[in-house]
Structure formats: structure tokens, C-alpha cells
């Protein structure tokens, strides 16, 4: 049996995701002002900054950097699998959510 294709999964290097996910995330943001009367883009700042900072004070950054989860990925990623710290940041991703979006 011949080898037909190899697939890579290279997050960013062949497709760049960061303009579709900062137009999907600013969308919600939008949302957000017709609903509760918020600044989008104050929204979207508040919430990727203080992502960020809880992203990297919380037990699962090394982890996360060891294979290359971002902050901003910890917003919307399901962490699908067995392994243990998967099993961790599945549990830890609710709570990291609903704190990036209500920290001052």
C-alpha cells in the first residue's frame, strides 16, 4: 500500500484563522450591544484581555503552551479526549469563560 496523502494540521500556518475568528467573535460582540446595550469593541477588548491574563495564571498554561492552545482558543475550543489534561481543561473552560467575561 502506497501512502496517498498526508494531512498536517498546521493552526495557522497554510490558513490563517485569526481574521475569521476575530470577524466571528466581534459578531458576538455586536450581538451583545443589541442585547444588553454594550460596546462592541469594549467588549472585545475587556474580555481578550482579561482572557489572556487568566489564561496565563491558571494551572493549565503549561500545559496549554506545551501544545499550543492560545487564550483565545480557551474561549471556544471543546478539549475533545481521554487524556487527562484534556479531561481538565474541558472542566476548567466554563469557568475560565464566564470569569474572561465579567472581570472588570
Given at each position: 500500500m502506497s501512502i496517498r496523502a498526508v494531512i498536517f494540521d498546521f493552526d495557522d500556518t497554510l490558513v490563517v484563522e485569526k481574521a475569521s475568528a476575530e470577524a466571528a467573535f466581534l459578531a458576538?460582540?455586536?450581538?451583545?450591544?443589541?442585547?444588553?446595550?454594550?460596546?462592541?469593541?469594549?467588549?472585545?477588548?475587556?474580555?481578550?484581555?482579561t482572557a489572556h491574563a487568566l489564561w496565563y495564571a491558571s494551572d493549565m498554561h503549561p500545559?496549554?503552551?506545551?501544545?499550543?492552545?492560545?487564550?483565545?482558543?480557551?474561549?471556544?475550543?471543546?478539549?475533545?479526549?481521554?487524556?487527562?489534561?484534556?479531561?481538565?481543561?474541558?472542566?476548567?473552560?466554563?469557568?475560565?469563560?464566564?470569569r474572561a467575561g465579567s472581570m472588570p
Open positions: 458576538a460582540c455586536e450581538l451583545a450591544r443589541d442585547k444588553y446595550g454594550l460596546d462592541p469593541q469594549t467588549l472585545h477588548e475587556t474580555v481578550r484581555r500545559y496549554c503552551k506545551e501544545i499550543g492552545i492560545s487564550s483565545w482558543e480557551g474561549l471556544w475550543a471543546g478539549f475533545q479526549g481521554d487524556e487527562a489534561n484534556l479531561k481538565n481543561l474541558r472542566k476548567f473552560a466554563p469557568v475560565y469563560r464566564i
